[in-house]
């Protein structure tokens, strides 16, 4: 595949890798960055990836890998040094912390309860559900059994059923 | 069907997360910085590689065999046979002398190896220590060398070898006292060149700054006058 072939390819699924990133990150400037520097990767690895196999989950991946390697580590690195928490104490599911005024504001109930969701939880609805990826290819983008990729859909939406019941009792 | 997303099933849940969940689309400067950002540079011209690779395999053989060419030969007899003696006196300060005899207990045996007499023979002063004398053979000639030692440790080598019709070369000559020997620069050494009869007389040293070589020009003038070489035979 030729190099303008591959970027025209991937430039593609901007529109919804870029919505992945604003899920994950809530902040535009940080997804921005996220998006970009998923593609320079994607186009820098390119020769990785195998004609005839899904560019979109591959792309998934990358972004999630990136967002992983360097925002997740950033977010974590700021409760561990203030409290000192080992980071064999913490928790496998992170809830999403409280919302921030300068993030980017919900306008519905149901995307402020995605955004209260562990992010293992989210993503798995997001690429599951939202992006429509086979659970195969959820799989390996979140790097685990189909098994688990059901197991994490079962929990997300209970878990999203119960946010949702709050806010409706309100 | 309810609108309580609290009451709907997995798979309405699923379906109504896919419908009403905002999507944010990406904005159009986020394209073009990717875009610019995976240009490529300009294609550079295809001979630019090979010229660049072909030259810096040049330079390397240069590096590499440059310790192996032949050194150019000064032009001057003079000069040519002075490099011979800056090289006996270099190896002089790394090994010492081959034999180490005293002056002037060993002045006959000199005579006899050497063919050279010393009539008279600057013996060493409050500047300059005298360590040894010892008969060589340069250029085919027979000789003897007398190594000094000043106050700050530079050694200072005497060598004297019959070389008759050996020309002097009359560019570097330096007026000093009464005396105009030739003053002769070779991988940072200094010699002082003269001739007495049909013998050349050299004295080198390390000394090449310019402090140095009038403290040389010092050392010349105390060997000059109080030696006095002449041929035995």
């Known amino acids: ?170 | 069907m309810t609108d309580r997303y609290s009451e709907l099933s997995d798979e309405a849940l699923g379906r109504r997360l896919a419908a009403d969940l905002p999507r944010h689309a990406a904005p159009a400067r986020l394209r073009v910085a990717i875009e610019a950002a995976t240009e490529r540079p300009a294609r550079r011209p295809f001979w630019l590689a090979p010229a660049l690779a072909a030259a810096a395999t040049a330079l390397i053989l240069a590096l590499v065999f440059m310790p192996l060419l032949p050194r150019l030969s000064p032009s001057e007899p003079a000069e040519r046979l002075a490099r011979i003696v800056v090289a006996e006196h270099t190896r002089a300060v790394m090994w010492g002398a081959r034999r180490p005899d005293i002056l002037p207990a060993s002045l006959p045996w000199l005579t006899q190896e050497t063919g050279i007499t010393l009539t008279k023979v600057f013996a060493g002063d409050d500047q300059l220590n005298l360590i040894a004398a010892e008969p060589v053979y340069l250029d085919q000639r027979r000789g003897l060398a007398v190594h000094y030692r000043d106050a700050d440790g530079h050694q200072v080598t005497y060598v004297v070898l019959p070389a008759p019709g050996l020309p002097m070369p009359e560019r570097t000559r330096v007026k000093i006292d009464r005396f105009r020997p030739a003053l002769v620069h070779d991988n940072g050494f200094s010699s002082w060149v003269w001739k007495e009869g049909d013998l050349a007389c050299f004295l080198v040293s390390d000394m090449v700054s310019a402090s140095d070589v009038v403290r040389f020009k010092d050392y010349f003038v105390r060997v000059r006058l109080a030696t006095e070489p002449i041929p035995a035979y």
């Open chain 1, 1 to 170: 595949m030729a190099d303008s072939d591959f970027q025209g390819q991937a430039l593609a699924h901007l529109d919804a890798l870029h919505n992945f990133a604003m899920y994950l990150t809530r902040n535009p400037a940080e997804a921005e960055d996220l998006v970009q520097e998923t593609y320079l990767r994607a186009f820098r690895f390119s020769h990785r990836f195998q004609p005839g196999t899904h560019l979109r989950a591959w792309l998934f991946q990358i972004l999630r890998n990136t967002f992983l390697t360097f925002y997740r580590l950033r977010e974590r690195e700021l409760p561990l040094a203030e409290d000192g928490v080992p980071d064999w104490d913490a928790p496998m599911f992170h809830e999403a912390p409280a919302e921030d005024p300068s993030v980017l504001e919900a306008h519905t109930d149901l995307e402020r309860a995605m955004r209260r969701l562990p992010d293992d939880f989210r993503t798995v609805l997001l690429l599951a559900e939202v992006e429509g990826l086979p659970l195969e290819e959820v799989a390996q983008i979140m790097a685990c059994p189909v098994g688990t990729v059901k197991s994490r859909i079962f929990r997300a939406k209970e878990r999203l059923r119960a946010i949702l019941r709050d806010y409706e009792k309100i």
